[in-house]
């Protein structure tokens, strides 16, 4: 399968290499890192280890079978415009938050399927990525149900060796994750604190709060999922990933704009003042610094 990744940070720059032991691929991103991987290829260590080859350039090609996107939220209808000019079967959204999958099949002229993901990636330097954590990917229709396209590309993902889970529940697992990401990113990036330090401390009943006012929101909107489940799944991440660095609290200390829109910020008007108030708080640093 012809694969391109688009955005090749930590998760895109992993799961292409992984990918790429199986299928023709190629990393769209930023130099330096994609010309250090057409020099030398991609370092992948940690959980994996092995050096890849595959194709990195900071435009698409013109054809693909399959676009896999994993940039950050707020550049999704910047990724679709670009995608619009590259020949797809099909796309693949493993991002943060909600509402990726309908911006992009507003420019492609393609299916898009919804996707989740828990492999942890860290992006060390230029040409060298880090995998935290064997994780699985969860991929589907993303209204839900099954389709032969999701079917197809579950056994391209799993011939690469990449655990795969083809679901006919994404709304719900997406909803899942969303909870997970409420309840873990923006208090971590707002204490400068481990994930690990949620679940036994202080910000305990705030992250449960954050998680439990997704669930409640999910109801709203006709998606199955049961306070018990998202604090359940909630309080196992923020254990199982207890020495991980969250993706908000990365962000906020390399300076950069967060995912907060898409993660807090998609249920800050649900009657859920605990995501209202993470997201202003994390809203105000951005501004202060000339993020928004």
């Not at 399968?1 to 895109?12: E, I, K, R, T």
């Given at each position: 399968?012809?694969?391109?990744?688009?955005?090749?940070?930590?998760?895109?720059?992993?799961?292409?290499?992984?990918?790429?032991?199986?299928?023709?691929?190629?990393?769209?991103?930023?130099?330096?890192?994609?010309?250090?991987?057409?020099?030398?290829?991609?370092?992948?260590?940690?959980?994996?280890?092995?050096?890849?080859?595959?194709?990195?350039?900071?435009?698409?090609?013109?054809?693909?079978?399959?676009?896999?996107?994993?940039?950050?939220?707020?550049?999704?209808?910047?990724?679709?415009?670009?995608l619009a000019a590259?020949?797809?079967?099909?796309?693949?959204?493993?991002?943060?938050?909600?509402?990726?999958?309908?911006?992009?099949?507003?420019?492609?002229?393609?299916?898009?399927?919804?996707?989740?993901?828990?492999?942890?990636?860290?992006?060390?330097?230029?040409?060298?990525?880090?995998?935290?954590?064997?994780?699985?990917?969860?991929?589907?229709?993303?209204?839900?149900?099954?389709?032969?396209?999701?079917?197809?590309?579950?056994?391209?993902?799993?011939?690469?060796?990449?655990?795969?889970?083809?679901?006919?529940?994404?709304?719900?697992?997406?909803?899942?994750?969303?909870?997970?990401?409420?309840?873990?990113?923006?208090?971590?990036?707002?204490?400068?604190?481990?994930?690990?330090?949620?679940?036994?401390?202080?910000?305990?009943?705030?992250?449960?709060?954050?998680?439990?006012?997704?669930?409640?929101?999910?109801?709203?909107?006709?998606?199955?999922?049961?306070?018990?489940?998202?604090?359940?799944?909630?309080?196992?991440?923020?254990?199982?990933?207890?020495?991980?660095?969250?993706?908000?609290?990365?962000?906020?200390?390399?300076?950069?704009r967060t995912e907060?829109?898409?993660?807090?910020?998609?249920?800050?008007?649900?009657?859920?003042?605990?995501?209202?108030?993470l997201a202003a708080?994390?809203?105000?640093?951005?501004?202060?610094?000339?993020?928004?």
């Open positions: 399968m012809d694969v391109v990744v688009f955005g090749a940070g930590s998760l895109g720059s992993l799961v292409g290499g992984l990918l790429a032991l199986e299928h023709r691929v190629t990393l769209v991103g930023r130099d330096p890192h994609v010309r250090r991987v057409r020099e030398a290829g991609l370092r992948m260590e940690g959980a994996v280890e092995g050096i890849v080859r595959p194709a990195a350039d900071t435009a698409p090609p013109p054809r693909a079978d399959l676009a896999v996107v994993t940039v950050k939220a707020f550049d999704t209808d910047d990724a679709g415009r670009k590259c020949d797809l079967d099909a796309a693949l959204s493993l991002q943060n938050g909600l509402g990726n999958e309908e911006t992009l099949a507003e420019h492609l002229d393609a299916p898009v399927l919804a996707g989740a993901c828990t492999y942890g990636a860290r992006l060390l330097e230029p040409g060298r990525v880090e995998c935290t954590g064997v994780g699985e990917i969860a991929l589907g229709p993303r209204e839900g149900g099954r389709s032969a396209l999701a079917d197809r590309v579950g056994t391209a993902f799993e011939r690469a060796g990449l655990v795969t889970v083809v679901a006919d529940d994404m709304p719900r697992r997406q909803w899942e994750k969303l909870a997970v990401n409420a309840g873990i990113n923006a208090p971590t990036a707002l204490a400068r604190v481990p994930n690990g330090a949620l679940p036994d401390g202080p910000a305990r009943e705030t992250m449960r709060a954050a998680a439990r006012e997704v669930a409640r929101a999910a109801r709203r909107r006709g998606v199955d999922l049961p306070d018990e489940t998202a604090l359940a799944s909630v309080e196992r991440v923020a254990g199982d990933t207890a020495r991980n660095t969250s993706s908000m609290r990365r962000d906020v200390e390399r300076g950069r907060v829109d898409r993660i807090n910020g998609v249920v800050a008007g649900d009657d859920a003042p605990v995501n209202a108030t708080l994390v809203r105000a640093w951005e501004r202060e610094r000339g993020l928004r």
